[in-house]
């Protein structure tokens, strides 16, 4: 679910921005509840900031 929800937020920001990213479009795209999203992230600041993560994790 972690990486669903990650590729999700990737793809909202190349396509929309930090600005236009929320919790509705990257749970649909996931394809899970935004309750998941809320429980695991907390709010939309909490996505970007997974990503970053996930890509220093990753070495990238």
Do not use: C, I, K
């Not at 939309?44 to 220093?56: K, M, T």
Request: net charge negative; aromatic share 6%.
């Amino acid at each position: 679910m972690r990486t669903q929800a990650l590729n999700a937020v990737r793809s909202e920001l190349g396509e929309h921005g930090y600005d236009g990213l929320t919790v509705d479009a990257v749970a649909a795209r996931a394809g899970v509840h935004r309750a998941t999203v809320y429980r695991r992230w907390g709010d939309v600041g909490g996505l970007p900031a997974d990503v970053f993560e996930a890509a220093r994790d990753d070495g990238r």
